[in-house]
């Protein structure tokens, strides 16, 4: 049972960059899935999540109108697709499984979680 994130990368300010996190071992569709990012020497934030119903997503203020989440149940993957990228976007971001959107910046109260991939924005 594993979720990766990845697509990080670098990227100039005003870019576009598309986010994975892929599931194995499990249906990613019978679970919410919330991305968080963390910034060098700042607290982790809590930007999206994605429910299992119908329900539309969602997102902190800091990413609204510009970072789209999104399932495709074919691939046991949730995409976060991020316009209008800005310096202060560059963070760590991971992505963690539940049954639920909580909003918990707490990991540990997660059901799977992974490694982060790296955004870098710079120009």
């Known amino acids: 049972v594993q979720l990766q994130a990845s697509g990080g990368g670098s990227v100039q300010p005003g870019g576009s960059l598309r986010l994975s996190c892929a599931a194995s071992g499990f249906t990613l569709e019978s679970y919410t899935i919330t991305w968080f990012r963390q910034a060098p020497g700042k607290e982790r934030e809590w930007i999206s999540c994605i429910p299992t119903d119908d329900e539309r997503p969602y997102y902190a203020d800091s990413v609204k109108g510009r970072f789209t989440l999104s399932r495709d149940n074919a691939k046991n993957t949730v995409f976060l697709q991020m316009n209008s990228l800005k310096n202060e976007d560059t963070a760590v971001y991971l992505c963690?499984?539940?049954?639920?959107?909580?909003?918990?910046?707490?990991?540990?109260?997660?059901?799977?979680w992974g490694q982060g991939t790296l955004v870098t924005v710079s120009s």
């Open positions: 963690a499984s539940d049954r639920r959107c909580t909003g918990s910046l707490t990991l540990e109260l997660y059901i799977q």
